[in-house]
C-alpha cells in the first residue's frame, strides 16, 4: 500500500523513471542473516532461475526465495508488430486479466446507466472518453509494475530486464535492450515465459492489424473495429468495444468459444448479437490494405478482404483487432541446446511435479496443456517452489479449476462441458439440470429482446450418485458465483448436496439450490416465480 501511495502522490509531477531509482530510498531489502537458508551441493550463481516475470514465475520465484533459495528472474518484453511494449507482470497484469477486466468495467457502467433511469435516476447517458479510460488504466498498470519490483526487492529476488536463452542446462545468456550480455548459472530452471497472440499467413496481417497485446493501450480511439476469432478474447474485446459504443464486428470461421460449454457459448453469441454486436459467420480474411495511415490520435482506414459463406467481399474499418489463438515463447529460449522437448504447438509436456524431459528444468502456467489462468499458474509456481525448497509433497490439481468469460453476458463455469462429460462418461450415465433465471436487478427493465439468456446449468453423473462433473452460468457476477460454488466439485458434491443448500434470496446464486429440470425432460425452463 505504501508503494501505491507514494507511486500516486508523485504520479503528476515525478516521472515514473525517478520514482524507480528511488526505490532504494524507500525500500531496503530484507538482510540475509534473517532469511531462511538452504543447504547447497552446487557452485552454481543461484540456486532458481525463472524464465518470465509473470504471475507464475513471479509467485514461484517469491516462494522459492522465502525458503532460503537464492532466486534470479528474467523478464523482457519484446515490442509487438505495433511497437507495444509494458513493464514487469506478464500478460494478465499489462495485457490480460486486468485490463480487461477494467475495460469490461467501463462496458458495465453504461449498461448500469440506462438501468438507473427504471429505478427513478435522472442519468443521461454521454458519450465515452476512450483516453481517459485508457490513461486511468495505464496509470494503475505502470503502479502495479513498480510495486512488483519493490516487492521482488525486499523479497531478496534478482531481477534482471532481460530476455535469456539457454547455453546448457545450468546456463543462460541474457541480453539487455542495449545489447549488454551477461551469462547466468542456476541449479535449477522453471520456465514461465506465457505466450503471445498469433497473426494469421494474411497479407497486411501484422502490418495493420493489432492483437490483445495492443487493444489495451491504443492511443487512438479505435473507431469501426473488426475483431477477428472467436476465442474468448475476441468475445470478451468486442463486448466491451460495443459497450462503450464502438461500431463492431466479429468475424468467426466456425463455432464460438472452442472447449466450452455448446450452450452456454451460442447463448453468448446470441445475446451479443441483439445488443448490437454484428457477426460475419463463417468467414475468414483474406487481406487488409491500408487506405488512410493513423496519426497520434486518430485511427487508420482499413480495407479488409473476407470470404464469407464462399463468397469473397470487402468493408472499411478502422481497427482490426486478431484474437485467433496464442503460442508459447518455447522455442525462443534456445531449447534444442538443451535438449527440452515440446509439442509444435510450443507447449511443454511436464509430469505431475511440472517437471520437463530435463531433469533441472520444470515449466508452468500458459507453457503447459492445461487451462491458461494465471490463479493457476500462481498456484503451481507456489506449489513447485515449495517442493523444491520446504519438502513440501502438494501437487497442482488441473481438474475442477473455476474460469469466467467476461463477455457482456458474463459465463463462469467449472469442472466439464456437457459435451465433454458424455465423451468420457457415456451419454447414457450423464444427466443435465438446467434453466433460465432473471437477475432481481433486471425485473424493472421494459420488456427486451435480451431476456431469455440468463441460464445455468449442472452436468452430473448418474452412475456415480448424481455427482457433479461441471457447473455452468450465465449472468451477472458470473465470477463471484462460480468461485464459491467450484469449492464444492472440488469436495465431491453431488446434486444432493446442492438441493440442500438453502439459497440466499433474492440472487442469482439460487438458481442451483432450486434445479428441478432436466434435459432429458423436455420440459420448460422458463423462469419460475418464488
Not at 244 to 272: A, N, W
Not at 362 to 384: F, H, K, M, V, W
Request: charged letters at 20%; glycine letters at 10%; aromatic letters at 8%.
Amino acid at each position: 500500500m505504501i508503494a501505491i501511495r507514494v507511486y500516486r502522490a508523485t504520479l503528476k509531477t515525478v516521472s515514473y523513471l525517478s520514482i524507480t531509482a528511488k526505490v532504494g530510498r524507500f525500500y531496503s531489502a530484507v538482510p540475509a542473516d534473517d532469511m531462511p537458508q538452504i543447504e547447497r551441493s552446487h557452485d552454481y550463481n543461484f540456486d532458481l532461475a525463472v524464465l518470465g516475470g509473470g504471475s507464475g514465475g513471479l509467485a514461484c520465484a517469491k516462494e522459492a526465495a522465502k525458503h532460503g533459495a537464492k532466486v534470479v528472474v528474467f523478464d523482457f518484453v519484446q515490442p509487438t508488430a505495433q511497437k507495444t511494449t509494458w513493464g514487469i507482470g506478464g500478460t494478465c497484469l499489462n495485457v490480460g486479466c486486468i485490463p480487461k477486466k477494467l475495460m469490461h468495467t467501463a462496458s458495465i457502467y453504461g449498461e448500469l446507466m440506462e438501468d438507473a433511469q427504471n429505478y427513478g435516476w435522472d442519468v443521461t447517458r454521454n458519450s465515452h472518453d476512450w483516453g481517459k479510460m485508457v490513461g486511468n488504466i495505464q496509470n494503475h498498470i505502470k503502479g502495479q509494475n513498480w510495486k512488483i519490483r519493490v516487492d521482488l526487492r525486499e523479497k531478496n529476488v534478482t531481477y534482471y530486464n532481460e530476455y535469456a536463452t539457454f547455453v546448457d542446462k545450468h546456463t543462460v545468456k541474457s541480453v539487455n535492450k542495449r545489447g549488454a550480455e551477461r551469462t547466468v548459472t542456476a541449479d535449477k530452471f522453471v520456465l514461465a515465459m506465457g505466450g503471445r497472440p498469433n497473426y494469421p499467413d494474411v497479407p497486411g496481417a501484422s502490418d495493420f492489424a493489432i492483437t490483445s497485446d495492443d487493444i489495451f493501450s491504443l492511443k487512438y480511439h479505435p473507431g469501426k473495429t473488426l475483431c477477428v476469432g472467436a476465442s474468448y478474447i475476441s468475445l470478451e474485446c468486442a463486448g466491451f468495444l460495443n459497450g462503450i459504443g464502438v461500431d463492431t464486428t466479429v468475424l468467426v470461421r466456425s463455432i464460438l468459444l472452442r472447449g466450452f460449454d455448446s450452450d452456454c457459448s451460442e447463448k453468448i453469441g446470441g445475446y451479443m448479437e441483439q445488443s448490437g454486436v454484428k457477426f460475419i459467420r463463417p468467414g475468414l480474411p483474406k487481406k487488409i490494405e491500408c487506405i488512410k495511415e493513423a496519426t497520434a490520435d486518430t485511427a487508420p482506414e482499413l480495407r479488409v478482404t473476407y470470404t464469407h459463406n464462399g463468397e469473397e467481399k470487402s468493408d472499411i474499418y478502422n481497427t482490426v483487432l486478431f484474437a485467433i489463438g496464442r503460442k508459447p515463447l518455447t522455442d525462443k529460449i534456445n531449447p534444442e541446446s538443451i535438449g527440452l522437448k515440446y509439442d509444435p504447438n510450443g507447449k511443454i509436456p511436464v509430469n505431475e511435479e511440472e517437471l520437463t524431459n530435463v531433469d533441472n528444468v520444470y515449466a508452468i502456467g500458459d507453457l503447459l496443456n492445461a487451462p491458461e489462468l494465471t490463479p493457476l499458474a500462481i498456484q503451481s509456481g507456489r506449489l513447485l517452489a515449495k517442493r523444491l525448497y520446504a519438502g513440501s509433497k502438494i501437487l497442482t490439481d488441473y481438474v475442477n479449476v473455476p474460469t469466467t468469460v467476461f463477455t457482456p453476458l458474463e459465463y463462469g463455469s467449472v469442472g466439464l462441458s456437457e459435451d465433454q462429460a458424455i465423451a468420457k462418461y457415456g451419454e447414457d450415465n450423464i444427466e443435465v439440470y438446467h434453466t433460465l433465471h432473471t437477475p432481481t436487478e433486471q425485473v424493472v427493465r421494459e420488456p427486451s429482446e435480451l431476456d431469455g439468456y440468463n441460464y445455468a446449468k449442472l452436468v452430473v453423473n448418474i452412475a456415480d450418485n448424481e455427482c457433479i462433473l461441471g457447473l455452468h452460468y450465465l449472468g451477472p457476477n458470473a465470477g463471484e458465483i462460480t468461485g464459491g460454488f467450484g469449492l464444492g466439485l472440488i469436495m465431491g458434491a453431488t446434486k444432493t448436496d446442492f438441493d440442500r443448500l438453502v439459497g440466499i434470496h433474492p440472487t442469482c446464486s439460487e438458481v442451483f439450490t432450486t434445479m428441478n429440470i432436466t434435459k432429458r425432460s423436455g420440459n420448460s425452463i422458463d423462469v419460475e416465480d418464488c
